[in-house]
């Protein structure tokens, strides 16, 4: 059976009933809410264009490292990518996914601005659908997940770095969704996505002020678990922290990982085209666009 | 188009929808969900009733003072001129609202429980219906809001400075939700609005118990942010986080703030006739009133 | 009228509606969720066969020890004693209920596993809807409870500690819910009583972990209050938690008690028949019974 992408399964709007009722197939055994296809090995190095995934042979671990100068932007080229990325290490059963960036100042930059200016409808929906798959990916992922934050991670770069099971962040680095900065209003999946790591109090002051925090800020409210001191001891330390699930069964380790994450889909899921509709709706309205433009010129000058 | 008040707005029912939806009005721009209205300007000090408006005109904050002597008790004339100022203020486009009181030994002592002591009926649901009003005015107020505890603020005092987005608080004074002291059952949202602010474990440790939190111990859990040493430090503080939202844009955060929020507000909005009901029909208990006698003989004593 | 089991008052599947409408009898008096029957009055010590129950004529708080050894599994027969003696002094008007265990190494050591394996399905439903009832019956007790964790608390044994209002625990002691350790997916409720103590953040990675926390670590975290010495400190200090609800109206204790903790019980009671057919549908699956023969051989080869 082929590897069900993300929209696929998503597209049945029966997720939410595969993600509580623990699904079964013909045989009694428990599967994974994404269908894993019979699929190369992975061994070594393989080189996607805009993403690289390593598999470390001894520790079972792949590391998913963004790769698209100059910022990792999230274009809809590189979210694909990641997708199937994270699909791929899925289904061969790696021990553990470590996502991190081949760029030393920054995780991600976030979503691909540009993509929000004067936008062709279509195309917004296609982009945002895309975010949709992305965020779902990584954060049902079945797999134990960790960031290495080695870089930036302001606006969507920190939503897929709340979107991993733990974080481990490198000195002097902000990390933090500053929309409210550029005038957008996030979806409550991504508010979620926040409050599922830091607490209720500090989510909404962070999210109104469109706070970015510095690592050691990170650090105190959760919102990152550990500092290292350097992108080697992040990858070892998001190594460690897989290895503490090694006691665990997987399949009861990834349906026990859905349960908890479950109140963080449920409404996206019964509902993606009145998220992507909200979306659509609010970036396009002038007050949207004036505050974005307003922001891209602040952009420029500041380089 | 005329400020419709609280009141107005929630009996469409469709509240929850607006908050959701991000209202948009005939030109395609963001409206907040309680219109404002063409208004005078306000500048100086502006004296209603019981309350005192006082907007700096450096800063643009709106200073709310109670002014009901000897203790802020919450009539429905009190509620009333409230609900009028943070109107007015919002209308006003105030760079935020601080609330505190002009008695510096009591913020608030909080609802005027003669009104709920053998009450007529049809009085009693207006008084709730007021408080009600109150409370969605206040936390869902459009701008920013901050609350500066410069007196004792048990029960109803308690719920207006959780339902601000900061509190700070001169020492050696009391804040908390203690009915169950006078065996009163406080209704959902006001346990939300408790929660939103400290931990869940906390909450329902604290509301059983009755228990008011001395200062140092509020600061602790999180029930303030921050101890002043008078008045003066405590407004000084409240602008300051108030400035902390100066980089965002303002109809984005008042849309993120009442998305973080709608969680507290949705039982309320969609049943507002339920809780009113469940309020009269445990307030005419004989359970209750005899608790409130009882009650309200110990306070005589006290004296 | 007689005492009604929870099971009777669950069935009716107006539960939920009972707690959030706060019931009145007859008389127009608050009655508690479960109703209470005429009962031979408690004093001195009172043996039912698994459980011993023990009142302070002075204090009022009743002390019930499972006394099951060797190391208090709950089969079928303790889960029936614990209900009947949670009623018992429930109906009683004890001032509290202490949950705490004869054997001081260990509190309970959680479900029988062997009512797990090979099940007949019919005696795994009345497995679980006892487990059910014990949970819901110690969760919505209308007195003040808390646990005096003397010995570990594996698994079910962390559950029913965490469904009392406060844990002192002894040191050097191991208590959690490490059921993905023996490929147990445990049900939404549980998690949720995980949740009503630890941050949310925790519990995801500790369930997902199957991690048993150290008494030191479970102080930190939250799971227990305090750390007591010796048994005797800690019913000593159970005794005192239970006194800081004196100036509270009982009543409205009870009421705001299950007011806070509805949204805990609110999918259980709406829907226990889809929790039980969850439980045996995966209990039964190869993958369990595989997984949990594995730990029973582990378990047994470490003896």
Redesign the interface.
């Known amino acids: 059976m082929p590897c069900r992408s993300v929209r696929d399964c998503c597209s049945k709007s029966k997720v939410i009933i595969m993600l ?3 699904l ?1 197939d013909t ?4 599967t994974p809410i994404f269908q894993r296809q019979a699929h190369r090995p992975l061994s070594g190095i393989t080189k996607s264009k805009l993403t690289t995934v390593e598999v470390d042979d001894k520790s079972g671990i792949a590391t998913l490292s963004m790769n698209f100068p100059p910022v990792n932007t999230l274009t809809m080229e590189l979210m694909h990518d990641m997708i199937d990325s994270i699909n791929e290490i899925e289904c061969n059963k790696s021990r553990g996914l470590i996502l991190t960036s081949s760029n030393d100042k920054v995780f991600s930059a976030g979503l691909d601005l540009k993509e929000l200016l004067n936008p062709e409808r279509k195309r917004l929906e296609e982009f945002w659908t895309l975010f949709q798959d992305l965020w779902l990916a990584l954060h049902l992922c079945g797999i ?1 997940t960790a960031a290495a934050v080695n870089g930036h991670a302001p606006a969507a770069g920190c939503v897929l770095a709340t979107a991993c ?2 974080r481990t962040m490198l000195p002097n680095l902000f990390i933090g969704i500053h ?8 979806s ?1 999946w991504m ?1 979620l996505s926040y ?7 500090v ?3 962070a ?5 970015l925090f510095r690592t050691e800020e990170a650090l105190d409210v ?1 919102l990152v678990d550990e500092v290292a001191c350097n992108k080697q001891e992040a990858l070892d330390k998001c190594a460690t922290f897989i290895a ?2 090694d ?3 997987p ?3 990834t ?3 859905r ?3 479950e109140p963080d889909v449920r409404d996206l899921l019964n509902d993606r085209a009145g998220d992507l509709r ?1 979306c659509v ?2 970036v ?5 666009q004036e ?1 974005l433009c307003a922001h891209l010129e602040g952009l420029k000058k500041s380089k």
Chains 1, 2, 3 share one sequence.
């Open positions: 509580r009722n623990r079964l045989a009694g055994r428990m134990p099971e733990y929309a409210t900065r550029f005038s957008f209003v996030i409550k508010m409050q599922s790591v830091i607490p209720r109090r989510v909404e002051r999210l109104n002020q469109g706070k959760g503490t699930f006691k665990a069964n399949v009861a380790r349906l026990t990982k349960m908890c994450r909200d709706d609010y396009t309205t002038p007050l949207f505050g």
